[in-house]
């Protein structure tokens, strides 16, 4: 091999990564090429406008219980073990001897990628796959390397995703069928039994979450975009939250919309595209992610469409909530080409509040945005984990638990540090419910989000009047221009004032159950930010 670019026979193919008898190993192909092969393959279908579409069968979302870690003595003392399922040496060994023996007689797609945009903390990832629209994909959500790079590419970690795979949970130390190992002293990915694409990002994703803390580089969970003054801003949240759509500012440079690496240089992209979610996608609420959903090399997944006409229905959610688009970074125009930029000014943790009592926008001392990073409160919206129906409220600490392989407290203390050296002003914003809790009040106006945040990252917002939240104790603001001034006291919003009240003391009563794990972990200041505390006061 000296390019690492074609196709490569079974003789070729036996010496890649330890593989026997491949039928052949289709290698860095890119986006024509695999989209002819997902069609010649049955695999997916092109509809208007372009983009290829295909379904991820009964896995529509990520399957966090399925995934495992390989326990030895490198992770025994690192890895979070009550946040991360083990799995010992000696049965991840027997998997990955079983994934060589199902790949046989198999044609596979591998390219070569980067997960980082910062030379100095990127990994190479070399992924396998065996459908040719799962290459297609993490070749959009990864960073490509350019042309030149590949004749001297050596692969740090390697993934191998068979969907068509099952797992033996007695033979392979598993749960079901599907599984998601992952050995992170070999660098050695395993997925098997779903065919859900976003399983390999995050895989890299938490394979960086294990690294980088170590170099003094914080991971985030969290989208990224910065104004015309090089002021760049962070959006913490979980999927569903709205990273994508608010990072998606037509008058700021979009960063990335879902995994950033904070280093002592500044921000930097984990990846080199995005994966927006499409229900109810519209050209009118989100123009940018609309138009790159209909180009070609986009790829849909689980959406439903017209077979004569191939007109896609974004509001049709009748395989799953979850459907997804997608594409490289330059499909939005006015993407960062680097993936990098200079130190956060402000820093928005978004939390879908399922319970309807957050104000929309609240700003945050240094103490009470670790408090918020470390409860990570939000609720998880359907279809993003299998099984789940309807919306969910749920803390999810560094708003990305399951992808979390240290204790969270390394994070967080490396984040605060980094908000004291800088002076970063940091927000927590609902994008979650108004007027009632799930299934009462409505979610919260896009307009209206949009239009607070505007104020926050010009900076007009820090000059606006406040108040305490009565029971958060965090500073909301009384009035901003072009918001109706009810909505910023949520109490208002509600048709009863008792329930309201009710509503809000439980949701205090579940962040202070929540937080005790992590009081012996935190100083008296974070501790006295909690919603309980500023009660009594």
């Excluded at 290698?27 to 983009?51: C, D, H, P, Q």
């Excluded at 990570?376 to 919206?381: E, S, W």
Aim: with cysteine.
């Amino acid at each position: 091999m000296t390019d690492n670019i074609g196709v490569f026979n079974s003789a070729q193919g036996a010496e890649v990564s330890g593989f026997r008898k491949l039928k052949a190993v289709r290698w860095n192909f890119e986006a024509a090429r695999l989209v002819e092969e997902s069609i010649r393959r049955g695999e997916g279908s092109l509809v208007k406008g372009g983009a290829l579409a295909a379904d991820t069968g009964q896995h529509t979302g990520r399957s966090p219980k399925d995934k495992f870690v390989v326990r030895d003595a490198a992770t025994e003392k690192v890895v979070w073990w009550d946040n991360n399922a083990a799995m010992s040496p000696e049965q991840f060994d027997v998997l990955y001897a079983d994934f060589i023996a199902h790949c046989e007689g198999k044609e596979l797609f591998a390219q070569d990628l980067y997960g980082g945009a910062d030379p100095a903390h990127r990994v190479r990832a070399r992924v396998f796959t065996e459908l040719a629209w799962h290459s297609l994909f993490i070749r959009n959500l990864l960073i490509r390397p350019e042309a030149g790079e590949l004749a001297n590419y050596a692969p740090e970690m390697t993934i191998i995703d068979l969907p068509s795979f099952k797992a033996d949970p007695k033979r392979h130390g598993c749960r079901s069928e599907t599984v998601i190992a992952i050995d992170l002293t070999r660098k050695i990915v395993l997925i098997g039994a779903s065919a859900y694409a976003g399983e390999m990002k995050k895989s890299v994703f938490t394979y960086l979450n294990y690294v980088l803390p170590a170099k003094g580089v914080v991971p985030m969970h969290c989208s990224a975009n910065v104004g015309p003054r090089g002021d760049s801003a962070v959006f913490f949240g979980l999927s569903g939250t709205g990273k994508t759509t608010l990072s998606a500012d037509p008058e700021r440079t979009l960063i990335g919309d879902d995994e950033h690496g904070w280093s002592k240089d500044g921000v930097f992209n984990f990846e080199g595209g995005c994966y927006a979610k499409t229900i109810k996608l519209s050209a009118e609420a989100e123009p940018q992610i609309y138009a790159a959903s209909q180009m070609f090399g986009t790829v849909l997944e689980n959406v439903v469409f017209d077979e004569n006409t191939r007109e896609v229905d974004f509001d049709d959610q009748s395989k799953t909530e979850n459907t997804r688009s997608a594409y490289p970074l330059d499909f939005i125009p006015n993407a960062s080409r680097t993936g990098r930029a200079g130190v956060p000014k402000n820093i928005i943790m978004l939390t879908a509040d399922a319970f309807g009592v957050m104000p929309p926008i609240a700003k945050l001392t240094p103490a009470e945005a670790m408090y918020h990073f470390l409860s990570g409160y939000t609720a998880k919206v359907a279809g993003t984990e299998r099984g789940l129906v309807g919306v969910e409220p749920e803390f999810s600490t560094c708003f990305g638990s399951p992808f979390l392989p240290r204790h969270p407290s390394e994070y967080a203390n490396l984040l605060r540090e980094l908000i004291a050296k800088h002076h970063v002003d940091c927000w927590l914003v609902n994008t979650g419910w108004t007027g009632g809790k799930y299934g009462v009040g409505r979610r919260m106006p896009i307009r209206v989000t949009r239009r607070l945040l505007t104020a926050a990252l010009d900076g007009s917002l820090n000059r606006a009047d406040f108040r305490r939240d009565p029971y958060f104790g965090f500073a909301v603001p009384t009035s901003v221009p072009g918001v109706e001034p009810h909505i910023l006291y949520p109490v208002k919003t509600w048709a009863s004032k008792a329930e309201f009240a009710d509503t809000a003391k439980k949701l205090v009563d579940m962040f202070r159950a929540n937080f005790k794990k992590f009081e012996s972990h935190v100083d008296e200041a974070v501790k006295a930010a909690a919603p309980a505390n500023q009660m009594a006061a």
